[in-house]
């Protein structure tokens, strides 16, 4: 995703769509919302509490903490540590003197005896975390100064820019291009609306933004691509009321090959891989033929033959899809492979993977990172 430089009250403007068509109510997260703290002098900003743990005797305080988009606590400390589970949005945990770590649901914080600290959602997403109260028969929370709205630009500045130099190694309508694939493939349709903007702002007309969510649909299913869809309509028609008319683009050309779509397909399908169209049937082919005769007429005649996006960007939408997806390795090699024989370097490669970790986590980059290194030390 084009890395953004942030000033927060300006990202608070530009993500309205994204952010506040969400309320704490509707918020998606697996835990109770709670009851609002706020206002509280130890957090800027909107904040729910919902205990989890009934049973005393377990001694063990849980609860479920919701922080709205550019809420945080201050600066503290546990006598005798914490354990932060991150379940829903997006958040940042920072400890003094450290760069701010960027949370994504699953992520596990530790945080030790006496670190000063401080945790909260991002600018422009709501973010939910478990605290763990560790040893709470001699633990006490110690608060100390706010975190500022300085610290809390530089702590999120430093976050988002951390790839923004390897990352320009794509240009700005192919990181566009990374970014509404890879949430499309999630289904993360609130970030989604952010990754439409930054689309158009590339300069990207919303035929072809529309191309890549269609594209998408092959990788991850009807549904996500429909949603996708609709939140692009959404997006286009909120900018519109808003004074931006978007350039709506030219339709795809009309085919004019009267060979068979299956004759088309396996053909784009040698000049996209670099294996001959005769090769032996291997693999899906043989046992399960009708599959491998879809992939060749629908797949790589009737989308890869739309000329709204080059086959090179058809490829890295399909990557960063199947990055959304997640588990899908294999696939992911596979389609790796023909980004490079397009054109598409390893470094190029790597970057989609930096946007895909700063916008879905590492749980979704670092299973791809590996078969990434495992292409390029065969070459």
């Not at 997260?29 to 800027?44: A, H, M, R, V, W």
């Not at 920072?94 to 701010?100: D, H, R, S, V, Y």
């Not at 269609?214 to 900018?239: D, N, W």
């Not at 939408?317 to 997640?326: D, Y």
Request: include cysteine.
């Amino acid at each position: 995703m084009k890395i953004k430089i942030l000033f927060i009250t300006a990202m608070m403007a530009i993500s309205s769509i994204a952010v506040y068509a969400q309320s704490a109510e509707n918020f998606r997260q697996p835990y109770p919302l709670g009851d609002k703290l706020s206002p509280n002098p130890n957090f800027t900003g909107e904040v729910w509490l919902a205990p989890l743990s009934e049973k005393e005797e377990l001694n063990l305080p849980m609860a479920n903490v919701t922080f709205e988009p550019g809420c945080r606590n201050s600066w503290h400390s546990h006598k005798a540590g914490q354990i932060l589970i991150a379940t829903a949005g997006i958040g940042y945990y920072q400890e003094k003197g450290q760069p701010a770590r960027r949370l994504f649901p699953g992520d596990i914080v530790e945080i030790a005896p006496g670190v000063e600290h401080w945790h909260g959602a991002a600018p422009d997403s709501w973010f939910a975390h478990i605290a763990i109260t560790t040893n709470p028969q001699e633990n006490a929370t110690v608060w100390l100064s706010t975190v500022s709205n300085k610290q809390y630009e530089e702590a999120v500045n430093g976050a988002e820019t951390r790839y923004s130099e390897a990352n320009r190694v794509l240009a700005e309508r192919e990181q566009a291009i990374v970014a509404v694939a890879s949430y499309t493939g999630k289904g993360d349709l609130e970030n989604l609306k952010q990754a439409f903007v930054q689309a158009l702002d590339a300069g990207m007309t919303v035929n072809e933004i529309n191309e890549v969510v269609i594209h998408a649909y092959a990788y991850c299913g009807f549904p996500r691509s429909l949603r996708a869809i609709q939140t692009l309509m959404q997006v286009v028609e909120k900018r519109k009321a808003d004074g931006i008319t978007d350039v709506a683009g030219r339709e795809a050309s009309i085919v004019t090959d009267n060979r068979s779509r299956y004759e088309r397909g396996c053909d784009v399908l040698a000049e996209i891989s670099g294996i001959p169209a005769d090769a032996p049937k291997a693999g899906y082919a043989l046992f399960a033929p009708t599959i491998e005769r879809f992939l060749k007429e629908h797949l790589f005649a009737d989308l890869f033959e739309r000329d709204l996006l080059t086959y090179r960007e058809r490829e890295l939408t399909t990557v960063s899809v199947l990055a959304g997806v997640g588990g899908v390795e294999p696939m992911f090699g596979s389609h790796a492979a023909i980004c490079m024989h397009l054109g598409v370097t390893p470094e190029q490669l790597s970057a989609m993977l930096n946007i895909v970790e700063m916008n879905l986590g590492k749980t979704y980059s670092e299973p791809l990172r590996k078969v990434l290194n495992q292409l390029t030390e065969k070459k």
